[in-house]
T-cell receptor
Framework: DAMVIQNPRYQVTQFGKPVTLSCSQTLNHNVMYWYQQKSSQAPKLLFHYYDKDFNNEADTPDNFQSRRPNTSFCFLDIRSPGLGDAAMYLC????????????FGSGTRLTVV | GDSVTQMEGPVTLSEEAFLTINCTYTATGYPSLFWYVQYPGEGLQLLLKATKADDKGSNKGFEATYRKETTSFHLEKGSVQVSDSAVYFCALSDQVGFQKLVFGTGTRLLVSP
């Protein structure tokens, strides 16, 4: 089945140690998004790509970066994770047309110790 | 900016009860409206959507009607099941541009047998 796959499901990293989360999609969608969802809160957009065009939300910390080497893959890099970065990180895709719904991956839950 | 307001939870119901979760929005443009559901430890799943006034989105017994005059998109189900227990997010996106999803804070639904 076509889908959005996030690896790993659970990631534990040490305070200050760089970590990379990955997302792949078989849907061939143009648009990919990274959301951060802290406990009991709504998801918050960090970045999105329309094809190779990168868009950073104004309030996304500099500690967070992203790469999209091709249509299928997108990575979220956290250069120096702090305790406040512990959250569920959700990847999503969308075809690109008006009114299209997003398809979300199952998320990666990041714990910082 | 655009925003979504949902009723606070948790909403606690007995099986087969009628469900309403209120959602209102503020948008400068003419948005698409969505309901997403999140089961424990999982990502978000699109439940239903509507892209223009008076459209009714429906799926798995859930319904919501796009009401432009009241800027609302209330979620309803005639008879809930225990398996409907989850967090429900109302969201909107512009129909042009990058179509960023803006979420409400989510409403937890608990259904008891």
């Amino acid at each position: 089945d076509a889908m959005v796959i996030q690896n790993p499901r659970y990631q534990v990293t040490q305070f200050g140690k760089p970590v990379t989360l990955s997302c792949s999609q078989t849907l061939n969608h143009n648009v990919m998004y990274w959301y951060q969802q802290k406990s009991s809160q709504a998801p918050k957009l960090l970045f999105h790509y329309y094809d190779k065009d990168f868009n950073n939300e104004a309030d996304t910390p500099d500690n967070f970066q992203s790469r999209r080497p091709n249509t299928s893959f997108c990575f979220l890099d956290i250069r120096s994770p702090g305790l406040g970065d512990a959250a569920m990180y959700l990847c999503a895709t969308r075809p690109g047309g008006a009114g299209d719904g997003y398809t979300f991956g199952s998320g990666t839950r990041l714990t910082v110790v | 900016g655009d925003s979504v307001t949902q009723m606070e939870g948790p909403v606690t119901l007995s099986e087969e009860a009628f469900l309403t979760i209120n959602c209102t929005y503020t948008a400068t443009g003419y948005p698409s409206l969505f309901w997403y559901v999140q089961y424990p430890g999982e990502g978000l799943q699109l439940l239903l959507k509507a892209t223009k006034a008076d459209d009714k989105g429906s799926n798995k017994g859930f319904e919501a009607t796009y009401r432009k005059e009241t800027t609302s998109f209330h979620l309803e189900k005639g008879s809930v099941q225990v398996s409907d227990s989850a967090v429900y997010f109302c969201a909107l996106s512009d129909q042009v541009g990058f179509q960023k999803l803006v979420f409400g804070t989510g409403t937890r639904l608990l259904v008891s047998p």
